[in-house]
């Protein structure tokens, strides 16, 4: 049962706050209108959510949290402050590692799924962090004891096995549409990844690129399909999917790492097909009628990289497929595709092979590229992850 601290020198305030958390939840509610005293009972008790107010007397809301952080640091911060008070807010997010500011009056409901949230991400952080430390072991131990290798080997194709189960089965059906993708890892476990989100009347298509290889970037792919799923619940359109995306990853991913992706948001009912990207490489849309290959210049900032929603916001760029257009979206892994010269696939091949395979299928453009890639680099090894998506219009 969680437990949330409030604190709040106006005794209606927690009267109405512990009344609403228990008829809304089954949290354990602790109320104090003396801040002294609450910072005390932090000392005793575990807390899953600290709320407080910003203005009390003897101890006002940025010392108290600041407290709460030494006393309690897995706890989520939360700090009730009025609309003038926004530049202690701020200062309280740098200071006591805030997790969220209401400002007052606010309203239960929207507190109430701060808090909700705020304990989902807090979970999920405990169990990524698990995973990591479990998986860490694991290879300190194949390093030091060489018998241990082939149990080593034993565990990781099972995490290959996990890994390639965060992949859909199968891709949304959608009328006058096709949908093909390929995935290959450079090693046992790899960080590109692909999943789409279906309600019925539209689809959201996401290709994500984790920076790094290996365990801990497999790991991150099942943050990145969770983070997902639950933005394409209520976003409007790919780019504020992608922002929401971006401020959940920014909280969770380990420092140094990022994300590049790209939405595709399909609407059953809507001929163009809005495009955002977040740091992939530029998309190609292969024209089947004029003919001719378009790559189109949409850029964004990788995600995780910066807190709330980035630098800007987001571009949505709409393509419009006709009959036998295809639109090619691939993880960078394709274009480092390198022969034994170091020419990179993307700089002498790529192009003249879109051109040549202009005309087919989704699935016969992606066999081609990978026959055409595999064929350049020759004997040598995939230097990255390799993962393609082509949606035609058929």
């Known amino acids: 049962m969680p437990t949330i601290f409030v604190v709040d020198d106006d005794e209606m305030v927690l009267s109405s706050l512990r009344a609403y958390f228990s008829l809304s939840t089954d949290y354990a509610v602790a109320c104090f209108s003396d801040p002294r005293r609450a910072c005390a009972e932090l000392g005793r008790t575990a807390a899953d959510v600290v709320i407080s107010d910003y203005l009390m007397p003897g101890l006002n809301g940025i010392d108290l949290l600041k407290e709460a952080r030494q006393l309690q640091p897995d706890a989520a911060r939360i700090l009730l402050t009025g609309f003038a008070d926004k ?143 639950e933005a394409a619940a209520s976003a409007c359109g790919p780019a504020e999917l992608l922002a929401q995306m971006n401020a959940t990853l920014f909280r969770f991913l380990p420092a140094g790492m990022y994300v590049a992706g790209a939405v595709l948001w399909l609407e059953r009912r809507e001929p163009g097909i809005p495009l955002s990207n977040a740091g992939l490489p530029y998309p190609f849309v292969l024209r089947w009628a004029e003919p001719r290959t378009d790559e189109i210049p949409i850029a964004g900032l990788p995600l995780g990289m910066f807190p709330g929603y980035g630098l800007e916001p987001y571009q949505v760029r709409p393509v419009h497929l006709e009959h036998g257009d295809v639109l090619l979206i691939t993880s960078d892994g394709l274009g480092d595709v390198a022969n034994r010269h170091g020419e990179l696939f993307q700089d002498r091949e790529l192009k003249r092979a879109l051109s040549e395979l202009r005309g087919a299928s989704g699935s016969k453009l992606i066999e081609g590229l990978v026959e055409r890639a595999t064929c350049f680099q020759g004997e040598e090894p995939l230097p990255d992850d390799v993962t393609l998506v082509a949606v035609g219009r058929i």
């Open 87 to 229: 530049e202690n807010a701020i200062r309280a997010i740098n200071e006591a590692g805030l997790y969220q500011y209401i400002e007052k009056p606010w309203d239960s409901e929207q507190l109430l799924i701060v808090v909700r949230n705020a304990l989902q991400e807090r979970s999920l952080r405990r169990e990524l962090g698990e995973k990591v430390r479990v998986l860490d072991r694991l290879v300190r131990e194949h390093s030091e004891l060489a018998e241990r290798h082939s149990h080593l080997e034993k565990d990781l194709a099972m995490a290959e096995q996990a890994l390639a189960s965060l992949l859909p089965s199968r891709m949304p059906a959608i009328d006058g549409i096709s949908i093909d993708a390929f995935h290959r890892p450079c090693r046992y476990l790899g960080g590109d990844f692909y999943d789409f989100a279906d309600d019925g009347e539209r689809a959201a298509l996401l290709l994500g690129d984790v920076s790094g290889h290996g365990a801990q970037a497999a790991l991150i792919c099942s943050l990145l399909k969770a983070s997902f799923q």
